[in-house]
């Protein structure tokens, strides 16, 4: 039986990533690269800041929640911020990847790249909030239609009217 468990977890990770309909590097999808007039380590920071404000501590209506995973690759420096929705982890809704303008030990600033799964609330709007919150360093939350997708309570998580929001949602 425990020969059986590692081929059964290697399967479902397969399947799960197969799975994955969300923003991938080879699919088409909309990308909008500005720079940033700070140094990289800082605007990496500045698009967590985005993240964290506008996504994953804001309370949704419907029991929507949003998380995100940070990650930063030292032979490239490149950072990576991911959103995607709980329960939902294989599809990204949204990528930032944030990289020095320039060669790692002389770069003064850094250039940012947003990619979106292109539907809303993750299109167009979107992709300027980030451009805005990353240049003046103060997260600027997604404005317009379609930012009511999923209506939001308030911007504090983790409860909903007084209960905790359910894992599944």
Known sequence: MSVFRPLLASALVLLGGCASEGVTSDGNFPTLTFPVQTDYMAAFRRAGEFVRVCHTDVVYAYGVNYLSNQSYDERTATGTVTVFKRGE???????????????????????????????????????????????????????????????TLERRAPELQGEQIPDGA
């Open 89 to 151: 982890p294989a599809k990204l809704l949204e990528v930032i990847k944030v990289r020095p303008d320039g060669p790692m030990n002389t770069a003064r600033y850094a250039t940012a790249i947003v990619t979106v799964i292109g539907s809303q609330p993750w299109d167009q709007r979107e992709m300027e909030a980030a451009r805005q919150s990353m240049q003046s360093a103060t997260p600027a939350c997604r404005q317009g239609p379609g930012g009511d997708a999923a209506p």
